[in-house]
């Protein structure tokens, strides 16, 4: 396995080409050692266990052999037993080196003790006695010159990059830290002929010290004195051991555009193989894919199969029934800029070759309303495993009302031919009423029968609308329905492009659009549906306030899309618009895509139907706006109206009067995690709980941070009142009654910003704070003034729950998408809970 991390770093190592010579039970104890040619074990003893049957002694004295082998020919100075210690760390994520060693004691390190490693040496200091780094001062005064001794110094540095700088500094998951510091070792460590010179505390200084040649490895232009992608931490973890150099200046540099979005991983098992396919990611030029295998799973050292441009990899000759463990990294501009690792995928080679079937999970709904209420099921089936011949397909319905046939009844499959799609078709019957079950998908061949099932629902819901263009409005509009579409109205962009009908279809022509392009190949929208539901969601009653609404925009994205930005926006008077950014997105690709935005419809006091309008402003570069009007840009509108609640009456009255509610300040629930007011009020006021920002605060921390229900946590940098923070929460009823489901309500964020530093609110809403699921509410810009304000935004308690949630989400710089937990170093995020009646 070790061998093999190294190849995929290494390539052109010829000694990694070659057979290496292990040597077994030689007739003495408590050691092993490298010779220059083979690599030799002793048996056990009362003291120490077999050498032999120790992975991590086996790694270290094969890593003898690299570091005598590698660029540098050699064993390094002035110890070389510190990268040997490093290779069988990083292939066994594990400090402590040899782990099993010794038999009834613990290691040291000249006289400060592991607290728990059983092996030779343990390299994180903070697993031993002292707890402190084991700099080159200290090996100078303690080590007398043992190579054992004397190696800790950089083997610990290295170490605390992996573990320590590179997850603070960064915010890098465990399997990202790992790849990056494995790679550096790999590429830095063949290079280096003096680890650290006797400088203190600066004994990195060198040119061919481990310092500079992990900055060389990581450094993506060829020159230093412009900073590497993660040079503050290399300075950091060297520096902590005094062998670090005060030149070059230490600024990180490079790596701007890497992804910040982890892939999804998908593995398909074959025969022999494993096939492995992953979302493609904005800004990603590569894909890099490691595997590794044995009870640690991805909590290991792996081995680098490729980097591909592709978003899939077919990796073969593997053992069938031998469970392997995948991670997808998605690379930036430069081969020393990673993004967030996928999850851990695992999956085991079959032993026969099958056909698998995926089909969609999501609930199909046969909508009485329709004038054919029916729906399309895509299944898509996959050969693997060098399966051939033919296969039979079948599909039945368990709804009493609902019927369900396939297209076709046979497939084929052969070499040229691994996939193919098949369609079935659920439909209700004569005189069919609502009600749920399922449909049941059959694959058979041989005697193989297979079945997915997918949930079924049949119901009555609204209409869906095609928009007409409305002169006085200068836009499409819809008649109520649960759905509103542009249909063609929309097709291309202004006078140049289609031309696009009645152009601009902007609310009283507010928005006029580019004139530069050619149709099918830049910028245009092409399509804008506006319908109940969230994006998850099918379309269900008509669009109505208070409740969850998706625009879907069907746009043409120019090149790959990289260059592209969608802005998503919505105003509750289309009579007289303004404009709420809802979110931005960027196309996936390039081509036809479309992209899905989803908002509350917001109330209103007026008639029993009002016309809201949704804007889509469909731009190349620049920067978000509701009317960015450059050459390539486009901007469409889309008007609808919007229902009033079910029940509620058309005419405005005073507040009723207030019976038994009084003002309710939160205490923080240790269950939750988050202030609480238990008890119904008019209004749940933190008071002091959220003061402050993680550990700063009047009192030197916030109380009880993070204060989430998820324990989303709070940025680690900055200073009290300095930089931001959520200092209060206060969340009102606007008809001055208990909380209710329904009410309109007022958030109140108390803030503490400042001009330069940028920052922004945002506003979300769950339900049910057993399993939040945050509802994007809005946006507020927070950096208008220094020092304190409060930020204010209007919601409706629109669905049922009787513990519900705001969250505030305070976040450093403008975002092009939405999170309700945004991760900074500098970001602020807190929840309020309180009692809603239902």
Known sequence: MIKAMARSHLPN?????????????LHSSCNAFWDGESVNFYRGSAQCRNTGEISAVFDHEWGHGLDDNDVTPGISEPSGEGIADIYAAIRLNDSCV????????????????????????????????SKSPHTLSWAIANCNNSVHCLGLVYSEAIWSLYTQKLPELYGYDANTSLEIVTRLTYIAAGHVSTWYSYDPPFGGCNGGSGYMKYLIADDDDGNLSNGTPHMKAIYEAFNDFEIACASPSVMDSGCVTTPSIAPVVIAYPGFGSVRLTWNGINGASSYAIFRTEGPKGCHAGKIKLTETTATFYNDKGLQAGREYFYIVIPKGPSSSCFGPSSQCTAAVPIELPEVKVLCPTEKIVLNLRDKTPQASIVCSFEAIGDFEGTVNLACASKTANADCN????????????????????????????????????????????????????VVELGEQRVAQYDAGYMAPRCNPGRSCSSGDLL????????????FPNTIQQSCQDGALGQIENDESIEKIVVRSGDVAEPAGGYLR?????????????????????ADFYYTD???????????????????????KASYILPSHRRLNEINHAVRVNYRYKGNRSPCSGSSYDEADDLVFPVLRKTGTTTTTSSPPTQIGYNKQTAAFDVTLGAPSCTTIGTTCDTGALLDGRGR???????????????????????????????????????????????????????VFTRKRDSYYADFYYSPDITAANWIFIGEVYASGSNGAKVLSMNSNLFLPGQLQAIRVNLRQGDATGKSPCSGGNRDDVDDIVFAVQN
């Open 13 to 25: 190592n010829e000694w990694l080409k070659q057979t290496l010579v292990a040597n077994m039970n």
């Open 98 to 129: 040899g782990r099993g060693f010794w038999k009834g004691r613990k290691c040291d390190a000249a006289g400060d003790a592991c607290l728990e490693c059983t092996g030779v040496r343990d390299i994180d200091y903070r697993k031993m006695q």
């Open 573 to 595: 008077d289309a009579s007289n618009p303004n404009w709420i950014w809802i979110q931005t997105i960027q196309p996936p690709r390039g081509g036809l895509v479309t992209l």
């Open 491 to 502: 097709k291309g962009r202004g006078s140049q492009m289609g031309p696009e009908q009645n």
């Open 545 to 565: 306030e208070g409740e969850v609404a998706t625009i879907e925009a069907t746009v043409f994205a120019f090149g790959t899309g990289a260059n592209d930005f």
């Open 406 to 457: 396939a297209d076709q009844t046979l497939l084929s499959f052969s070499p040229e031919n691994l996939q193919e799609n098949a369609t079935f078709v659920a439909q209700t019957t004569i005189n069919a009423f609502e009600g749920k079950g399922e449909v049941i998908i059959r694959l058979s061949y041989g005697s193989v029968v297979k079945t997915q099932t997918i949930p079924m629902e």
């Open 696 to 750: 700063t605060g009047s009192n030197g921390r916030e109380p009880n941070f993070p204060n989430t229900l998820d324990g989303c946590k709070d940025g680690s940098r900055g200073k009290y009142h300095k930089h931001g923070s959520i200092d209060r929460i206060v969340v009102k009823s606007e008809n001055g009654s208990g909380f209710a489901v329904g009410d309109q309500i007022t958030i109140e964020a108390t």
